[in-house]
């Protein structure tokens, strides 16, 4: 039988496990964490195929990126909960079963509704992994140092997974079609599912309450209606239907803060954001994805659709920047021993602020090389600020609140990418619609089927300009980039402003807590 981790009482000691074991246990933590990382990248690197291959609208191709975080962030804190009473290591076994199943169903989708319900399923497995890995390592590494590293590890294990992502799901789809970079859910896990009941330590709550459904109940209920409401503003306009829907998701928002301070075992514990640095923390890693993967959603179909790239390639362009998150989550964990840990975070966002910079200001026609420098800059940044941002969640509270703590801030990874891809990529979406000018004489060369797809998504224009005869075909190329380009423009302008505003908050409230021991 393998280890449990018991929390125990202030000034007694639980004996260590060996040190080999614990980092053996790390090693098999990184598998779900990789799984997570590689379906999320390589599903980015899949949207022109699926887009072309399932007929998708706009909305459709943004619906299947977001089903996935919408629910996942919906259930995040719930799951965190469930892991902290049920056992964390059981937890994670049971969604890691789970997703490989649905990733293998969800892979032969017959058309864009099914992939949509199916990432919504992947999202329920999912919110079961991510704070389960988070927590274990919490618990597993209770010397700070120590843990800081296995942050960083973790983080460097996300990273990585970014970077594996595009190439799997690049030759995937070359080789064969876009479902297959959904199978790799299922040789990813192989090696936890083999070796993690034995080797990693089970942790849990040693007092735990009850599970709360309403709280799941009214948290679902706050996300859904108010990305929906967004996605509707941005594509249709402001109107009264979506204000009220996003309205009804506010009021779901303060019941459910309300029911949860009335609780004696809240879902989550608002108390926690009582804490400057957890709450700030939080906010930061919130506003980092937010504006990253928004880009990233750009810089893919940038790559491919009017750069001309093949999808592997495109992500092999990717990668240099990709590693410099990973060793840039290395690097700085000696170096909050002699700087404080508020100003490296604060340092990382400025760096994020200056790459969207040279997004916003930039000529994006003269190749690649200027997105892929911001890119690298922006990587650098998020690397340096998110590993230092979690483990400043981690550490600032106690080891039995770790499960709500790692599922907050998994929360927060996932509103800020699922808000990142709703507004930004709606915005983007709606500024393409708004500002594409197609040549006149279309519908007397091509079907108005043809026509309105285009005038729908990058990609439905690209695909029709390759059926129409060069000057035509050039036209159309050119209409939809400018198109394209005035949403990018826009939407690094914002991630700029917030990414800004971010560092200043990171530096003044953050400022007193000491380097590291």
Not at 283 to 295: E, K, M, P, Y
Not at 414 to 420: P, T
Request: aromatic fraction near 6%; hydrophobic fraction near 55%.
């Amino acid at each position: 039988m393998s280890p449990v981790i018991a929390h125990t009482p202030a000034g007694a000691s639980a004996a260590p496990n060996a040190p080999w074991r614990d980092w053996l246990a790390l090693g098999l933590l990184m598998f779900p964490v990789l799984l997570i990382a590689v379906d999320n990248t390589a599903l980015t690197f899949a949207l022109p195929a699926i887009a072309l291959s399932l007929e998708t609208t706009g909305v459709q191709l943004l619906w299947i990126v977001d089903a996935y975080p919408l629910v996942l962030a919906g259930l995040l804190v719930a799951m965190g909960s469930l892991g902290d009473r049920i056992g964390r290591r059981r937890l994670l076994i049971i969604g890691s079963i789970g997703f490989a199943v649905v990733s293998a169903a969800t892979a032969f989708s017959p058309g864009p509704e099914w992939l949509i319900a199916g990432r919504g399923a992947l999202g329920f497995f999912g919110a079961m992994l991510m704070p389960s890995t988070l927590s274990l390592i919490r618990n597993i590494f209770p010397d700070p140092n120590r843990r800081r590293l296995a942050v960083a590890i973790w983080a460097a294990g996300f990273s990585g997974g970014a970077a594996l992502g595009p190439i799997f799901g690049g030759w995937l789809v070359e080789h064969f079609w876009w479902g297959a970079v959904l199978l790799v859910a299922v040789p990813i896990m192989v090696p936890l599912l083999a070796f993690g009941p034995a080797f990693i330590p089970e942790s849990r709550d040693p007092a735990p309450g009850r599970v709360d459904v309403p709280s799941i109940v009214l948290s679902l209920l706050v996300m859904v209606p108010v990305v929906y409401g967004i996605k509707e503003i941005a594509t249709q306009g402001i109107d009264a239907v979506p204000l009220g829907i996003i309205a009804f998701g506010v009021a779901m928002g303060m019941a459910f803060i309300r029911r949860q301070q009335r609780l004696a075992s809240p879902l989550l514990d608002v108390s926690l954001f009582r804490n400057r640095v957890f709450s700030t923390a939080i906010t930061a890693n919130v506003l980092a994805l937010f504006s990253f993967n928004g880009f990233i959603l750009f810089l893919a179909q940038h790559l491919q659709l009017l750069e001309g790239m093949s999808p592997s390639a495109a992500g092999v362009a990717m990668i240099p920047a990709l590693v410099a998150t990973m060793a840039s989550g290395l690097v700085v964990v000696p170096l909050v021993r002699k700087i404080r840990p508020g100003f490296v975070v604060a340092g990382g966002l400025a760096m994020s602020a200056s790459g969207y910079c040279v997004v916003a200001f930039g000529n994006h026609s003269s190749g690649p090389a200027l997105l892929l420098g911001a890119l690298i800059i922006l990587a650098l940044g998020v690397g340096t600020a998110e590993t230092i941002s979690n483990d400043l969640i981690l550490g600032s509270v106690p080891a039995e609140k770790s499960g709500a703590a790692a599922a907050i801030s998994e929360t927060g990874y996932e509103v800020g990418s699922l808000l990142g891809t709703a507004v930004l990529g709606s915005i983007l979406t709606a500024s393409y619609q708004h500002n594409l000018r197609l040549p006149a004489g279309l519908a007397d060369v091509t079907s108005g089927t043809a026509v309105h797809s285009a005038a729908e998504t990058l990609a439905a224009a690209m695909e029709l300009a390759g059926t129409l005869p060069a000057p035509l075909a050039d036209a159309v190329r050119a209409a939809a980039k400018t198109a394209f380009d005035s949403g990018v423009h826009i939407t690094a302008a914002i991630a700029l402003v917030l990414m800004a505003a971010a560092a200043v908050l990171a530096a003044v409230v953050l400022r007193k807590v000491p380097t590291a021991e």
